[in-house]
């Protein structure tokens, strides 16, 4: 697995915004679109929400790539 750490200044970061910056996705669009199709796992299970508030520790999965959040 190739785990990423993304460090965000807020209590939180959306879903969306944050496979956005952390390259998974080049557009919001097709954010929506894996997440929409549950290819997306938060903390290990299926999430279909695009506005799922991620904060502090946790996780996102898309294939074998994993996103942690840090919050500041």
């Known amino acids: 697995m190739n785990k990423e750490v ?3 200044d807020e209590e939180f ?3 969306q ?3 956005k910056f952390a390259g998974i996705t080049p557009t919001g669009g097709q954010a929506k679109y894996i997440i929409q199709n549950g290819e997306i796992k938060v903390n290990g299970e299926v999430c279909t929400m695009r506005g799922k508030k991620m904060r502090n520790g946790d996780t996102a ?3 074998d790539k994993i ?3 840090k919050a500041d």
């Open 6 to 8: 993304i460090k965000i």
């Open 13 to 15: 970061i959306s879903l």
């Open 17 to 19: 915004d944050l496979l």
């Open 61 to 63: 999965q898309f294939e």
């Open 67 to 69: 996103v942690e959040v």
